[in-house]
């Protein structure tokens, strides 16, 4: 179950929220979008959509959905035809894991924009799988950034995560590294390719997103669980989320010097969790607790109190206004190197211990280097953030 920003008004997302919604005029944000080639990974999904929809609308010369999800890409070709009939689609199946397969779409598509949304996203199943974790969000995003450079695109856009900074799951660790093999590519000057990042925090009825769960918790009048009673967490909008990937490639394309940096949109202060529910509860013209209970359980492996946007040592400066900054470190190329060849041998042979053993170096965790198995990665959300 997807929330659509528009299930509830403004008004209600504001409320829910406890902040105003940036305005955002996504023409003017997509506008270099116009006559363009893009190419959508993930495109099925509920970012993906949500960022096909608003690409399309500002008639690109062509846009190429790219997704596993058969039922999925179906949907949104369907939509695309509705909104823009005249529009070149091709829908094409296929997963980022797969070279092979990206490299034939890229080099029959040729894209001049890449937007990478694909990846795998909850906490808890990626934390129960971390090599297929790791072979989608490490070693998919590192293909789909050389398929990009192959066909010397003028940029790719990489969705990244608040849980990729200072990581407590294999999660956050492995969408770390998906930021690190982009922004590394950013800073080389062997390509002709800009390799955007941003980090988002939750988006607001996203699949990733904590809210379908709570709406659908509401419309059975079931009990709404929260892992903690001082969870927070940073929200932002579909709309806001789509309008960062498009100033964000705006951004980057018009200067080298945001090279190799991440770009991050304000987001207010976090929600706590709780309020979250009592807000959802009430614009559903519910009482909390007596329409609806709510009942705090226990943090879940790998789950943080607190999310951060910005890790310890990053730089931050505001980017051309006050609602977008860039985050920039340095990066240890060698670190990232070994990390990607153990993990292409551990996925390839599908050994979890092996895969969980790299990516337990990536956590920002007491003695992250001695973990050694899965149940002590298991005991990762006992930790508060710093």
Not at 375 to 381: S, T
């Amino acid at each position: 179950m997807v929330i659509q920003d528009n299930q509830y008004s403004s008004a209600d997302v504001s409320k829910i929220l406890g902040r105003e919604e940036h305005d955002i005029d996504l023409f003017k944000s997509g506008i270099n979008l116009t006559g363009k080639r893009v190419l959508i990974t993930g495109a099925a999904g509920s970012i993906g959509s949500t960022l096909s929809r608003a690409v399309a609308a500002v008639s690109p010369s062509h846009i190429t959905l790219f997704d596993h999800d058969e039922y999925g890409l179906y949907n949104i070709r369907n939509i695309l035809e509705d909104l823009q009939h005249k529009l070149p689609c091709r829908v094409a199946l296929g997963d980022v894991r797969d070279r092979a397969r990206l490299g034939q779409v890229f080099t029959e598509e040729k894209p001049d924009i890449v937007f990478h949304v694909a990846a795998l996203k909850h906490v808890g199943l990626v934390e129960d799988n971390p090599a297929e974790g790791a072979a989608t969000n490490v070693l998919g995003t590192r293909n789909v950034a050389d398929a990009t450079e192959a066909v010397e695109a003028k940029a790719l856009v990489l969705i990244s995560t608040d849980k990729a900074v200072c990581p407590r799951n294999i999660m956050g660790a492995t969408k770390k590294l998906a930021e690190l093999v982009c922004r590394s590519k950013d800073i080389s000057n062997n390509s002709k390719t800009r390799f955007i990042v941003v980090r988002f925090g939750n988006v607001f009825g996203s699949s990733g997103s904590v809210v379908p769960l709570f709406q659908k918790q509401i419309d059975n009048k079931r009990a709404i669980t929260i892992t903690h009673s001082k969870a927070e967490r940073f929200f932002m909008t579909e709309r806001e989320a789509v309008g960062l990937l498009l100033d964000a490639l705006q951004l980057g394309l018009a200067s080298s010097q945001t090279a190799g940096g991440v770009f991050i949109q304000d987001m207010g202060h976090r929600v706590l969790i709780s309020d979250l529910a009592k807000r959802m509860i009430l614009a559903n013209g519910l009482i909390p607790n007596a329409d609806v209970p709510i009942v705090i359980t226990s943090l879940r492996p790998g789950e943080k109190i607190l999310e951060n946007l910005h890790e310890p040592g990053e730089e931050v400066s505001v980017i051309a206004d006050s609602k977008i900054s860039l985050a920039t470190s340095d990066i240890d190329t060698n670190a990232l190197h070994s990390a990607i060849q153990g993990l292409e041998t551990a996925c390839r042979m599908a050994d979890e211990q092996a895969a969980l053993q790299i990516l337990s170096k990536w956590l920002d965790v007491p003695n992250a280097d001695d973990l050694s198995s899965k149940n002590n990665v298991h005991q990762l959300g006992s930790y508060r953030t710093k």
